[in-house]
């Protein structure tokens, strides 16, 4: 499958932002990259970002609600993602399992929410510092896959995101090995869970992608794309980050 270089602008972005994801459409236009390509604005700038966007890239939610409708104030379903023009939706981000409570059986309701409302799960998965000074990386990732994919999965509907939270926002990475270390342990569980759907689903590293080390850590081991905070809220970084994906094979 082809890399997905996905944008997570978090909270952050006003409608004046809008021209960043212009700006991104225009690089994608004139100069296809290899690569798909998804920006995850705030829900208040999904519709005006699709409306955009026109196809050119794809836009997508940060959270959803499990439930289709209902008495869930400040809350939005995947179905309404869908209908402002979203195609994917990230669950489980870290900053949602630890400033919501949201657990691994939760996020696994969104990811069963998210594919019936027809978008694309990003399932994010990940170890604390504390977890991988421990040396249990390899063991907390396995535990989250198998908790919070649900039965069922395929590689169409479903992305999986490895984002060690030591790494997020921090300018820290892993070392290329321990990537691919944990990148190759995510392919084994999910291949023996799911089979071939399994072993084609994409693996996108998070934490800290940026311009400078995105080649080397995009052509790692079973790596199928990336996450990207605090570098794809400006075009020219996210830019320069489709062109590293663009290299690789
Ligand atoms: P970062 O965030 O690129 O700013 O580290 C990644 C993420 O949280 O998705």
Redesign the pocket.
């Known amino acids: 499958m082809r890399q997905l270089i996905a944008g ?1 602008w ?1 909270m952050n972005g006003t409608s004046a932002s809008l021209a960043e994801i212009e700006a991104v459409c225009e690089m994608v236009a004139g100069d296809p990259p290899n690569c798909d390509v998804l920006i995850c604005p705030p829900a208040t700038l999904i519709a005006q970002a699709a409306w955009k966007a026109k196809g050119r890239i794809a836009i997508g939610g940060q959270n959803c609600r499990a439930e289709i409708s209902g008495a869930f104030t400040g809350d939005i379903s995947a179905e309404m993602l869908k209908d402002a023009g979203a195609s994917a939706v990230i669950v489980g ?3 949602r399992r630890q400033y919501h409570g949201e657990t691994d059986a939760i996020v696994g309701q969104k990811a069963k929410a998210a594919w019936r409302a027809g978008l694309t799960a990003i399932v994010c998965i990940g170890e604390s510092e504390q977890q991988r000074l421990n040396g249990h990386a390899l063991h907390t990732c396995g535990n989250q896959i198998n908790e919070s994919v649900p039965d069922g999965m395929t590689a169409a509907a479903t992305v999986i995101a490895y ?1 060690p939270i030591w ?4 300018g820290r990475t892993p070392t290329n090995g321990e990537i691919a270390e944990v990148h190759d342990h995510i392919r084994a569980c999910l291949t023996k869970r799911f089979g071939s759907e399994g072993q084609k689903a994409r693996i996108l590293y ?4 940026k311009p400078s080390n995105a080649a080397e850590i995009l052509r790692l081991s079973n790596v199928g794309g990336g ?5 794809s809220l400006k075009a020219s970084d996210f830019g320069a980050i489709l062109k590293a994906s663009s290299r690789n094979p």
């Open positions: 997570n978090k981000h870290s900053e984002e790494a997020i926002g921090t998070g934490g800290s992608l996450l990207i905070g605090g570098a």
